[in-house]
T-cell receptor, first 116, second 116 residues
Framework: AQTVTQSQPEMSVQEAETVTLSCTYD???????LFWYKQPPSRQMILVIR??????QNATENRFSVNFQKAAKSFSLKISDSQLGDAAMYFC?????????????FGEGTQLTVNP | ETGVTQSPTHLIKTRGQQVTLRCSSQ?????VSWYQQALGQGPQFIFQ???????GRGNFPPRFSGLQFPNYSSELNVNALELDDSALYLC???????????????FGPGTRLTVL
C-alpha cells in the first residue's frame, strides 16, 4: 500500500520569506502523480501544484515549486515570497497513474503560519 | 462554470442514526470520490463512483455506502452512526479522460458531521 508522510506538523515563515515543506512517500509503482493541496480555514481543498513521476523536471507554479527526488521518494514544496494568504494546512498527496480516475492518498498535513 | 457543491454544510446526529450527504459534481465530470477527514488529519479515501458504479473502495465498513445518479451527482450514506464518524466529509469530482493522471480532482467545501 502507498503511504505519504509529512514530518512537519507545523511550520512558520515571515512574510516575503521562503519556506519549504517536506513530504516523503512509499510506493512500488512506476507510474504515479504527486500533489500539494492547500486547505484554508474555509475547508476547500485547493490544488497548488502537480508533479508527474515520469517527468524529471520539477514543476513550478508562480511562487510555488517542488523538489522531486524520485529515487529518494521525496517531494518537497517551496513557497517563495510568502504572503499572508498562503497561511493554511498543506497536504501532500499521491495517486497512481490509472486510466479511470484514481484515489488520492494524503499525508497528515503541515499547518503553515505566515507572520507579518 | 459551477464548482463542486455539497449539502448540508453542517449536520448533527446521534449515535445509531443514519445520515445522507449529497454532492453535485462539476459540470462535465463523471467521476466522484468521497473522503473522510477527521480533525487534525489528512483525508482518507472512502470510495469512488464512475458512471454510476462503485469504482474502488477504501478501508471503510459496509455501513458506508453510496450512489451516483445519471447526472453524476452522488450521495454518501452512513448507517448506525458511531462517535468516530464525526469528521469533515469531502466530495471530489474529476472529468473524463484517457489518462487517469490528467484527471485532476476538484473538491467541494465539505460537510461537517458531528455525532453525539
Amino acid at each position: 500500500a502507498q503511504t505519504v508522510t509529512q514530518s512537519q506538523p507545523e511550520m512558520s515563515v515571515q512574510e516575503a520569506e521562503t519556506v519549504t515543506l517536506s513530504c516523503t512517500y512509499d510506493t512500488s509503482e512506476s507510474d504515479y502523480y504527486l500533489f500539494w493541496y492547500k486547505q484554508p480555514p474555509s475547508r476547500q481543498m485547493i490544488l497548488v501544484i502537480r508533479q508527474e513521476a515520469y517527468k524529471q523536471q520539477n514543476a513550478t507554479e508562480n511562487r510555488f515549486s517542488v523538489n522531486f527526488q524520485k529515487a529518494a521518494k521525496s517531494f518537497s514544496l517551496k513557497i517563495s515570497d510568502s504572503q499572508l494568504g498562503d497561511a493554511a494546512m498543506y497536504f501532500c498527496a499521491y495517486r497512481r497513474g490509472e486510466t479511470s480516475g484514481s484515489r488520492l492518498t494524503f499525508g497528515e498535513g503541515t499547518q503553515l503560519t505566515v507572520n507579518p | 462554470e459551477t464548482g463542486v457543491t455539497q449539502s448540508p454544510t453542517h449536520l448533527i446526529k446521534t449515535r445509531g442514526q443514519q445520515v445522507t450527504l449529497r454532492c453535485s459534481s462539476q459540470s462535465g465530470h463523471n467521476t466522484v470520490s468521497w473522503y473522510q477527514q477527521a480533525l487534525g488529519q489528512g483525508p482518507q479515501f472512502i470510495f469512488q463512483y464512475y458512471r454510476e458504479e462503485e469504482n474502488g473502495r477504501g478501508n471503510f465498513p459496509p455501513r458506508f455506502s453510496g450512489l451516483q445518479f445519471p447526472n453524476y451527482s452522488s450521495e454518501l450514506n452512513v448507517n448506525a452512526l458511531e462517535l468516530d464518524d464525526s469528521a469533515l466529509y469531502l466530495c471530489a469530482s474529476s472529468p473524463p479522460g484517457l489518462a487517469g493522471g490528467k484527471n485532476e480532482q476538484f473538491f467541494g467545501p465539505g460537510t461537517r458531521l458531528t455525532v453525539l
